[in-house]
């Protein structure tokens, strides 16, 4: 452990997974009280396309322009869900599945495009499929940390009004909220929360930590206050099993570590619970 915290390559990996985990935890936590959850999903998938594009519009991959792109991708999915909601006859479930297999297969068709081109600055691009955490640089991590910031304190800010949107429509609407515009408003910090996340943790599994968290913290939790500090702990401490465990192991890639990570702590939180109604029952 001693050696590892003494490895500056280690530690970059740990700070931008740590950066990348809170800020999913705590955006997670609005999706699971919508019931929105799989949103998380799509987004991820969403936001493939807008990196390979942002890609071939730079000649990068530089880790701003890389996020930028996924972060519109991502904004556009969600419209996509929007409109396919509102006008057609498609439910909510087949909305969100269509825009998830449409975008990732644009993402797919874009990498294959790009690397077929021989184009310079390329390698490494499939690796945003399940991330690498170990080629984040110090610049990266300033980048990501400034998105957290940002993502964060929009949260902050906004906090209340999103509650209010989230739990009642209607008395956001009659508070003057426009709940349309907080729901636009999360949909885009998620999106912003999976783009800083693509690196280090991989497009195809960073929707786990705005899903598993929050999941988690609500089996030992009754409000959305205590939710949220719970999500971003069993966030963090999967973030920091999983850095841990990709470190330490032979060939084993920072975005499947922190996963099965977080599916030990979501059964431990799930087996706490159950023992806790045993306990009341008796």
């Not at 170990?134 to 304190?153: F, H, K, N, P, R």
């Not at 912003?192 to 030992?220: F, T, W």
Request: aromatic share 6%; net charge positive.
């Amino acid at each position: 452990m001693t050696t590892l915290l003494a490895d500056p390559i280690f530690v970059t990996a740990l700070v931008g997974v740590l950066l990348v985990a809170i800020p999913c935890s705590a955006c997670g936590c609005f999706l699971h009280i919508q019931n929105n959850s799989l949103f998380g999903e799509t987004i991820a998938h969403g936001c493939l396309p807008g990196v390979y594009f942002a890609f071939l519009c730079q000649g990068s991959r530089h880790v701003l322009w890389l996020t930028m792109g996924a972060a519109a991708s991502g904004v556009l999915s969600s419209l996509l869900v929007s409109w396919f909601m509102t006008r057609t006859r498609m439910k909510r479930d087949a909305a969100l599945a269509s825009v998830l297999s449409g975008m990732y297969g644009v993402g797919i068709v874009a990498l294959s495009w790009i690397q077929s081109q021989g184009l310079p600055n390329q390698n490494g691009l499939e690796s945003l499929f399940f991330g690498n955490a170990a080629s984040i640089s110090t610049e990266d991590i300033q980048v990501i940390a400034c998105m957290c910031a940002t993502i964060l304190g929009l949260l902050l800010v906004g906090g209340k009004r999103m509650v209010t949107s989230s739990f009642d429509w209607n008395l956001s609407r009659t508070l003057g909220f426009k709940p349309q515009r907080q729901r636009m408003l999360l949909h885009a910090l998620v999106a912003m929360s999976v783009a800083i996340g693509i690196q280090s943790v991989g497009a195809l599994l960073v929707a786990a930590l705005l899903i598993v968290p929050p999941a988690a913290a609500r089996l030992v939790t009754h409000s959305l206050g205590q939710m949220m500090c719970v999500s971003a702990l069993v966030s963090v401490l999967a973030a920091f099993l999983g850095t841990l465990a990709s470190a330490s192991l032979p060939n084993m890639p920072t975005g499947p570590s922190v996963v099965l990570s977080l599916t030990a702590l979501t059964c431990t939180a799930a087996a706490w619970r159950k023992l806790r109604n045993i306990q009341g029952a008796s």
